[in-house]
C-alpha cells in the first residue's frame, strides 16, 4: 500500500503528457496497420482507473451514448467498431500528431484532483482542433496516477 497519495502538479503534467502521447501513438499504430486496439487497451489500463469502479467518461464527439461507463465505452470511443456505440469513428484513429493541454486551473486536495482547460490535437496538416477538458485524477494502491474523471467537449460557439 502506498503511504504517500498527495498528488503534485507535474504529476498532473507528465499524466497528460502520456495521455497524449498515447493518443498520437494509436493513430501513428493504426495507420501503419498495427495492433491499435491492444494499444487502445493499454493506454486505458495504464492511465485510467476503470479496474477501481466506474471511470465518468465523457467524450468529445459523442451525441447519442454521450456518457460512458466501462471501459468498454472508452474503448469504443477511441478505437470504434462496437456495434453497442454506433456513432464511434475512433477519435484516436485519426492521426494526430500532438497532444498539448493548457491548464486553467488546477484543484488538488486530499489525495484528488481536478484539471480543466483546452486541449488542442494537432493533424497532420498543422491545423489544430481545440477542446474542452475536464479530468479528475487520484492515485491506486501502487502510487500511479489515475483517471476517473474524462469530460470534454467542443467549444460553445455562438454564431
Known amino acids: 500500500m502506498v503511504k504517500n497519495m498527495t498528488i503534485t502538479t507535474d504529476e498532473i503534467q ?11 501513438a494509436i493513430g501513428k499504430i493504426f495507420t501503419d496497420g498495427g495492433d491499435y486496439i ?3 487497451e493499454n493506454h486505458l489500463d495504464t492511465l485510467y482507473a476503470f ?14 451514448e454521450q456518457f460512458r461507463l466501462t471501459k468498454e465505452g ?20 485519426h492521426p494526430w500528431i500532438k ?10 486536495h486530499d489525495g ?3 484539471a480543466m ?7 497532420t496538416s498543422g491545423n489544430e482542433v481545440k477542446v474542452e477538458y475536464t479530468f479528475g485524477y487520484f492515485k491506486d494502491q501502487n502510487g ?12 460553445f460557439s455562438a454564431g
Open 14 to 24: 507528465l499524466a497528460q503528457e502520456k495521455w497524449g502521447a498515447g493518443i498520437v
Open 38 to 40: 491492444e494499444a487502445a
Open 51 to 64: 479496474e477501481d469502479g466506474p471511470v465518468l467518461f465523457k467524450p468529445t464527439k459523442a451525441g447519442v
Open 74 to 93: 472508452a474503448l469504443s470511443y477511441f478505437v470504434g467498431g462496437n456495434d453497442k456505440y454506433q456513432e464511434d469513428n475512433g477519435f484516436a484513429l
Open 99 to 108: 497532444v498539448r493541454f493548457d491548464n486553467k486551473g488546477i484543484y488538488i
Open 112 to 114: 484528488y484532483a481536478v
Open 117 to 123: 482547460e483546452n486541449y488542442y490535437f494537432t493533424e
Open 144 to 155: 500511479n496516477l489515475k483517471i476517473n474523471l474524462h469530460h470534454s467537449s467542443i467549444p
